[in-house]
């Protein structure tokens, strides 16, 4: 079973970029695993997810009842900030999108939110506060992803 780890982020806006950061950490600790990452969504989300057959993601949230570094597990109409956009599709239509036309698309097997400050730090590495917590945030996806791989 071919999986993907899809980290979602920008990679200019610091702790907005946490998705990006824990999916390069998670590379190469599953055998049979691909790691990708992606600031956009757009179709050519199309084209990083098509001949995989589930996929993880990993993605910031801002909601100020976690404190930030606490990963979420979301269901698939909770909003983390990349799989969701006001500008038109999101995510999981583009997932439909690719199934109506006949594309393969993978199964989303788990969505976590990694929650955030709501203030977004223009900076390519991650804030102090964010990369001191990092390993941790790690640790806990990857031994959930470990319990969905079997």
Not at 26 to 33: E, K, M, S, V
């Amino acid at each position: 079973m071919k999986t993907l780890i899809l980290g979602m982020g920008n990679p200019i806006l610091s702790d907005d970029g946490v998705g990006l950061h824990v999916a390069q950490a998670l590379d190469g600790i599953f055998a049979d695993t691909d790691v990708r990452t992606c600031a956009l969504i757009g179709l050519d989300l199309l084209d990083i997810v098509t001949g995989y057959d589930r996929v993880f993601v990993i993605d910031a949230i801002q909601n100020r009842r976690y404190p930030p570094g606490t990963v979420v597990k979301l269901a698939a109409a909770e909003e983390a900030i990349h799989l969701f956009s006001s500008h038109g599709m999101h995510f999981f239509e583009i997932l439909q999108l690719g199934k109506d036309v006949g594309i393969a698309v993978p199964e989303v097997v788990g969505i976590y939110g990694v929650a955030i400050v709501t203030e977004c730090l223009f900076g390519e590495s991650l804030s102090p506060q964010m990369a001191c917590l990092q390993d941790g945030i790690v640790r806990q996806i990857a031994e959930h992803v470990s319990r969905k791989m079997l």
